[in-house]
């Protein structure tokens, strides 16, 4: 093996520049359509704030530039963040341009700390109700704010006066920019059914399309255009001046908004990266991002620009683009830094009200009712509101602080309040328990016990997620009592399923140890097969029965669907569903002994077996079949000669008869010694062991002799895969049939790729198991 791996990595040595090719073209096609996106978003999010309009063109730049060189996640774009408008709007009036700069620079400074300190992690910690709704809240100001500038007027210094003054704007609107806007909205909300429809528009974000449109219908009008003023040297920052606390505040502000836009879109632009199929970009490293983010607003401070952030709008066009390197983020800046030096005459034609449309629907769109669902579901909505109200009409960071509020104070109140009822039903009494379980609900936990006469059926339903040490052995020392009088007591949840019996009653969890079966053999009286099968189909009917029901009853209704044909032995010891985590309608299972596949017309060849193949194959249509063996198979034995002669004519030697070719392979001799396979972490243990491998091989061979499957495999639609589990070990093993070697399934194996792509697993192997419903098989052993 050893001896072979140079050979194999000089074959590939030839394709690594070709590789590199299509990702440099990739990562350059990408960068051009981010910088269309970036390039109108960032004036309209300068006008938005009040700071020149070249703020937000220096912001993209470094943006750009600076984190995409320094931050965590390669595919990530930086610039000038919808999130940080109020903020900025708020600090421009306050303080001035230059002395908001300064504040920039010491929030760069406050996320390098952050970054240092590596506590990237904990902001994930804040609730979504909260930082949702401190999206909207934004969204919401942005969005009232730039109507008057659609409107031809001037936004007004808070969300209120904005809201007040806004029918009076609308009886003097400007006679033309309203139409400007109303024709921005329109392009940008059509644009993604035209891009669907005309393959040369797909590649024409839609914000440029809108803002291109918008000026060429505004020539000739007389109306209100970008004024971009002459570029110079950028003036230093000035401190604030001012109370030294309000400035700790904006700067606090600055930090945690910034901040935690930054990680969330690093979160959903790495997962947007990870669905994509191909090698992509390195994982997320949060730490680096925040010092990336940190050194980004560090320089956009310095130069004059706007505070940074990471954008999921832009993120996620990145991706969407076909980047794969962060080549493609730095060159985005890089494109914006020419256009603003040698293209700022044409960004001087672009009506304000184009802009000003372009960021009032990016505001509306941070309001989501997908959120506001979401939330609700969860009984997290007191929360959103107070943040959206509190960021609407006092600031971002009161908003953060009154959701946080609400969230401590909903959080302690479902800690403590908890309601105990008590119900006589036919044959039993039910306790049922509402809410979180502490020491604070014992005595109403008391007073319910003492309702309940002493030889009843009780059910204690515990409709809550937490229970503390007073509460259990408050709970369980009555359950003991109780059963010492003649009582029976079960615990189950809110929906009525088990989570606790009596001793003798089966109380395994699924895959537990069984102990030779005593937690579902009968008592009392002795353990008998009958006995202890009716244990099980009885816990069965009690444990398993009520999670599964909806999930069998769909699939009555609807048919069988599985992914998987999953063909292995009948051995006891084999459970497929264990073994690959499947649930009812995965997995297409055929057992025979031996795992054996006979080839199309063989001797005394078996019908069953090739139906069975050719049902799954022609009417189920799975999309791979698996042939699994396993360690101490008996049909092993018996082909070494260990159990009964191969000649004898039984109606097992005779189906053993489908192995000679299996043994026949064994005793040829390759460069991997005695039938030609092995394994990569170990030796083979023995010729049982070796034979069992090879007859995974062998019938993987025999499948491709069938008419059905060659045609699907020829068409790319059916992928064939060997395994092999070591039932001591608990291992399973995936064969790579260019090399047949098997390789030990990681605990953290990846989904490998389904049938249409390479097939190829990590680390250059072809024989993992594709999907099986929806994930795949190798990831669920």
């Known amino acids: 093996m050893r001896l072979q791996l140079p050979d194999r990595v000089t074959a590939h040595r030839p394709h690594s520049s070709p590789k590199a090719d299509r990702s440099l073209r990739s990562d350059f096609s990408a960068s051009i359509t981010v910088f269309l996106l970036a390039v109108p978003l960032s004036l ?241 490293r949060l730490d680096r991002e925040l010092l990336g983010q940190g050194a980004a607003n560090l320089a956009s401070g310095v130069l004059g620009g706007m505070p940074i952030a990471g954008g999921a709008m832009r993120g996620s066009a990145n991706v969407e683009a076909g980047a794969r390197t962060r080549r493609a983020t730095v060159l985005h800046g890089v494109w914006v830094l020419l256009c603003a030096g040698a293209a700022s005459w044409a960004l001087e034609v672009i009506p304000l009200a184009a802009l000003a449309a372009l960021v009032m629907l990016v505001g509306v769109r941070m309001v989501s009712f997908a959120h506001i669902r979401h939330i609700q579901r969860h009984r997290e909505f007191p929360v959103y509101a107070a943040t959206v109200g509190t960021v609407v009409f006092f600031g971002v960071l009161q908003g953060v602080l009154a959701g946080g509020a609400v969230a401590v104070f909903l959080a302690l109140r479902r800690l403590t309040h908890t309601r105990v009822t008590v119900t006589e039903e036919p044959g039993c009494h039910r306790v049922r328990v509402t809410g979180q379980l502490t020491f604070l609900a014992v005595p109403r936990l008391s007073r319910a016990f003492a309702q309940v006469p002493d030889d009843a059926n009780v059910v204690v339903e515990l409709d809550g997620s937490f229970m503390d040490h007073a509460a259990y052995e408050a709970l369980r020392s009555w359950c003991a009592r109780h059963r010492s009088r003649g009582g029976q007591a079960v615990l189950g949840d809110g929906a009525g399923r088990t989570v606790s019996e009596p001793v003798s009653a089966h109380a395994c969890r699924p895959w537990t140890p069984w102990r030779n079966h005593h937690c579902t053999r009968q008592a009392p009286g002795p353990a008998t097969s009958g006995g202890q099968l009716l244990g099980g189909v009885s816990a069965f009917q009690r444990n398993t029965a009520p999670l599964v029901r909806e999930e069998l009853a769909r699939l009555a209704r609807e048919g069988q669907s599985p992914g998987q044909l999953f063909l292995t032995c009948a051995d006891s010891r084999l459970v497929t569903s264990m073994i690959t985590s499947s649930g009812p309608g995965d997995l297409f299972t055929v057992r025979n002994v031996g795992n054996l596949m006979p080839p199309p017309g063989s001797d005394a060849s078996c019908d069953s077996v090739a139906a069975a193949v050719e049902y799954a194959v022609d009417v189920l249509q799975v999309s791979s079949i698996t042939v699994c063996g396993h360690s101490g198979c008996g049909a092993m034995a018996a082909l070494l000669g260990s159990d009964r002669e191969p000649g004898a004519q039984t109606p097992l030697a005779r189906w053993l008869r489908h192995g000679r070719p299996s043994l026949a392979r064994l005793g040829r001799t390759g460069p991997l010694g005695r039938g030609q396979v092995a394994l990569a972490e170990r030796p083979i243990a023995d010729d049982h062991e070796r034979l069992a491998l090879v007859n995974v091989m062998t019938q993987l061979e025999h499948l491709m002799a069938h008419p059905c499957v060659a045609r699907r495999v020829g068409e790319g639609s059916l992928q064939l895969h060997g395994m092999y589990f070591h039932v001591a070990e608990a291992q399973a093993y995936i064969v790579d049939r260019t090399t047949s070697v098997f390789t030990a399934v990681r605990a953290d194996a990846a989904p490998l790729a389904p049938p249409g792509t390479s097939g190829k697993a990590p680390g250059g192997t072809d024989g993992s198991v594709g999907p099986a419903g929806q994930e795949g098989l190798a990831t669920k052993v």
């Open 44 to 284: 309209g999010l300068a006008l938005a704030t009040g700071a020149p309009l070249q703020a937000g063109l220096v912001a993209a730049a470094v943006g750009g530039i600076v984190a995409g060189c320094l931050g965590g996640t390669p595919l990530q774009v930086s610039g000038a963040a919808t999130s940080l408008v109020v903020v900025t709007a708020d600090l421009v009036q306050r303080y001035g341009w230059r002395a908001t700069c300064a504040i920039t620079v010491l929030a760069g400074l406050a996320q390098l700390l952050l970054g240092v300190l590596r506590v990237a992690r904990a902001a994930l910690a804040v609730s979504p109700a909260i930082v949702h709704g401190m999206l909207a809240g934004i969204g919401t100001v942005i969005a009232v704010g730039q109507l008057h500038v659609v409107l031809g007027g001037s936004p007004e210094n808070s969300a209120a006066a904005n809201i007040a003054a806004l029918p009076g704007q609308l009886m003097n609107s400007h006679p033309t920019t309203p139409v400007i806007g109303a024709l921005t909205v329109a392009v940008l909300l059509g644009w993604p059914r035209l891009r669907g429809r005309a393959r040369a528009l797909r590649a024409v974000p839609a914000p440029l399309a809108a803002i291109v449109l918008a000026t060429t219908a505004s020539i000739g009008l007389s109306m209100p255009r970008v004024d971009l003023p002459r570029w110079s040297a950028p003036a230093l920052p000035t401190l604030p001046e001012g109370p030294v606390l309000g400035v700790l505040a904006a700067v606090v502000t600055v930090t945690l908004v910034a901040s935690m836009e930054s990680l969330l879109s690093a979160v959903a632009v790495d997962a947007l990266q990870a669905q994509r199929p191909g090698p992509g970009a390195p994982p997320a």
